[in-house]
């Protein structure tokens, strides 16, 4: 089921050669964002993350809404090794609901593009890297199981940025940080 599931969304993540500009999703709400998210499935054009996709493992994520309305975001990336990489950071709030950038990553617009806030959420994030444009798409789910509505929105959204299936991964579950962040 998941070979087919993963060859749906990477069949669908063909792209047209034309970058549309997604709005990050309406009425977005903060407060129902925060909290414990797997990464479950990412593309992207970024030549980093294109290199090294077919190694990775799930990576997990905490949200947390600051007074201010910016995000800390805490995220733990299990390593070749077996050890876990940690990355703080702070996605500072933008100019509508649901985008954020975190300059210090070189990540200028983080949007949230949908999100049921129960079961998955779908990120896009533009960064500038090495002088060149790149974008990420990644979604996350509330289980490190792969949501089904999470999926298919993802494959109605990646061909609108221009992202191919070679581009795609699904990231195989991984305990080794499970423990590593607050639950």
């Known amino acids: 089921m998941k070979a087919v599931v993963l060859g749906c969304l990477l069949g669908l993540l063909w792209g047209s050669p034309v970058q549309a500009d997604i709005p990050p999703q309406s009425k ?3 407060s129902k964002f ?3 998210w797997y990464i479950v499935a990412a593309a992207s ?4 993350f294109l290199a090294m996709k077919d190694d990775m493992k799930m990576p997990i994520t905490h949200v947390t809404l600051l007074a201010n309305g910016d995000l800390s975001v805490k995220s733990v990336y299990p390593g070749p090794n077996g050890g876990c990489q940690k990355v703080d950071a702070i996605f500072t709030k ?4 649901g985008q954020f950038s975190n300059p210090g990553m070189g990540q200028d617009d983080i949007s949230v593009l949908n999100s049921d806030y129960k079961h998955y959420a779908i990120l896009r994030i533009k960064m500038n890297k090495g002088g060149a444009q790149r974008v990420m798409m ?3 789910c509330r289980s490190p199981e792969l949501f089904a509505e999470g999926a298919q929105r993802m494959q109605q959204l990646a061909p609108k940025l221009n992202l191919n299936p070679s581009q795609g991964a699904i990231f195989p579950k991984s305990d080794v940080c499970n423990n590593a962040l607050p639950k």
């Open 28 to 30: 977005f709400d903060n």
């Open 34 to 36: 925060q909290g414990l």
């Open 45 to 48: 054009d970024d030549k980093d």
């Open 94 to 97: 933008g100019a509508v609901p």
């Open 138 to 140: 990644q979604l996350y």
